[in-house]
């Protein structure tokens, strides 16, 4: 059965209510009931509107989130493929202590291995090789989830639409070449006020984060949004994701990288 088109209209005024709620922290209903959007392209439509009205407004593009790197999760949407959303300058933070909640609307907390790039990506048959060659250095991160949809009440189409459900980062310190990490078997455990939140491995995201990148420096040439040189990519979760609240304190763990503990303010 073949999707229902929407018109250009009302993708547009799709991506107007998400910004809207982006802009004033109040969330909505899911788009994807009250447009019809149920096709990923029609969402990644409506991000990239978004993500234009973002540019034009002079926010800085800094790099790309991946999501939906576990297969389980991929499996229960219905999903072959990881999505993908931006990353802003104003929303990634570098070895900081405490990120004020109120920049959130409903945030959950991920851990994950962050990608800088040294080269752009520009070739659609680069290589795993190849593209490890393109990378700075890998960093500990911390991927702060948040939906613009009320109580997270999300669909496929939903999260991409809503930029992949992207609400801020934090970099860890002590970066590492890539070549020195085992970041397939390094292990991940997140503390969330002296109890554990969450824990994991790398072979979680894809059965390695560099599979992550990969799929993605692909993805980003197929959409005209190449990876550039400073580019900073989240490859995606090691482990489940916590709820957080104003007040949480969280210790990052990553096997073979220097842990990290910040606040949610």
Not at 216 to 241: F, T, Y
Request: aromatic content about 6%.
């Amino acid at each position: 059965m073949s999707l229902r088109a929407i018109p250009d209209t009302a993708l547009q005024t799709c991506a107007d209510r998400l910004f809207d709620a982006r802009r004033d922290k109040v969330a909505i209903t899911p788009v994807s009931e009250a447009f019809g959007l149920l096709d990923p392209a029609q969402a990644y439509a409506v991000q990239e509107r978004n993500t234009g009205r973002w540019l034009q407004q002079g926010r800085r593009l800094v790099g790309r989130k991946i999501g939906l790197t576990s297969t389980a999760v991929q499996r229960q949407l219905g999903v072959a493929e990881p999505d993908y959303g931006m990353l802003w300058d104003d929303m990634t933070f570098v070895g900081a202590e405490e990120i004020a909640a109120s920049r959130f609307l409903q945030p959950r907390v991920e851990v994950e291995i962050a990608f800088v790039m040294e080269r752009e990506v520009t070739s659609a048959t680069t290589s795993l090789t190849d593209l490890v060659r393109a990378i700075a250095y890998a960093l500990p991160a911390v991927e702060i989830v948040d939906s613009a949809i009320a109580d997270w009440k999300i669909t496929l189409a939903d999260t991409i639409a809503d930029n992949a459900s992207g609400g801020g980062n934090l970099l860890g310190i002590g970066p590492r070449n890539v070549k020195d990490a085992d970041l397939r078997l390094c292990g991940m455990l997140l503390t969330q006020n002296g109890r554990t939140a969450s824990s994991g491995l790398g072979a979680a995201c894809l059965g390695h984060p560099l599979n992550a990148l990969h799929w993605l420096a692909r993805k980003m040439i197929e959409v005209g949004r190449p990876l550039q040189s400073g580019d900073i990519v989240l490859s995606g979760a090691l482990g489940p994701m916590a709820p957080a609240r104003a007040g949480d304190c969280f210790t990052v763990e990553i096997q073979g990288f220097a842990p990290f503990t910040w606040r949610l303010g």
